[in-house]
């Protein structure tokens, strides 16, 4: 069965292949999607790769966690043995924007944050450039006038205590960070 090419030029980023595991075409994910389902639930997935930039379909088979490497290992239908899998290194593992799952009030798809202003007493400290699973997400912020011996970035914990404000339509962020956290 062919799969439909959707119609869509957004595109939702939910892992990228990190490397062949074993010698019968299993992958390697690193998410990006805190829905682990993403993963191991059979269908349709897309892939992307510096390669082959348009997205092509793929149909996960199955899917377990790896706890103490936080990554997924994956079988693809189409990948059958390990040279298939080495090539498919460094690909993004997609799904349609449309598919997210809905959220609840305050929380948010991580990936919106990219992007957003920082904001702290009113003024504008940064940019989110990444985002950091460290036990809490941690927000990458880079700094728009660093201090000369300060990094360019800081990692800000995203809980509400120190983000109180999220403001996607403005795309802003605004942080009440404790004392040091800036430089």
């Known amino acids: 069965m062919v799969t439909p090419f959707p119609e869509t030029s957004e595109w939702l980023c939910i892992g990228q292949i990190v490397a062949a595991h074993g010698l019968r ?34 149909t996960l088979l199955r899917g377990r966690f790896l706890p103490r490497a936080e990554q997924f290992v994956v079988t693809f239908a189409e990948v059958s043995d390990r040279t298939a899998a080495e090539a498919l290194k460094g690909a993004e593992i997609l799904v349609p924007a449309s598919d997210r799952p809905p959220l609840a009030a305050n929380e948010y798809h991580l990936m919106d944050l990219i992007g957003l202003a920082v904001y702290h007493q009113g003024e504008r400290v940064g940019e989110v450039v990444g985002l950091v699973n460290a036990g809490n997400d941690l927000l990458e912020v880079q700094l728009l006038n660093p ?3 300060a990094p360019p970035s800081v990692y800000i914990p995203f809980v509400p205590a120190i983000v109180p404000v999220v403001d ?12 040091g956290l800036l430089p």
């Not at 805190?34 to 390669?51: I, K, M, N, Q, Y």
């Not at 996607?168 to 404790?178: G, H, N, Q, S, T």
């Open 25 to 58: 075409g299993e992958v390697k994910v690193k998410p990006f999607s805190d829905f682990p389902e993403r993963f191991t639930v059979a269908g349709c997935r897309w892939l992307r790769s510096p390669r082959q930039p348009q997205p092509y379909a793929v």
């Open 168 to 179: 996607l339509a403005a795309r802003r962020i605004e942080i009440d960070p404790p004392l």
């Open 147 to 149: 201090a000369q011996e």
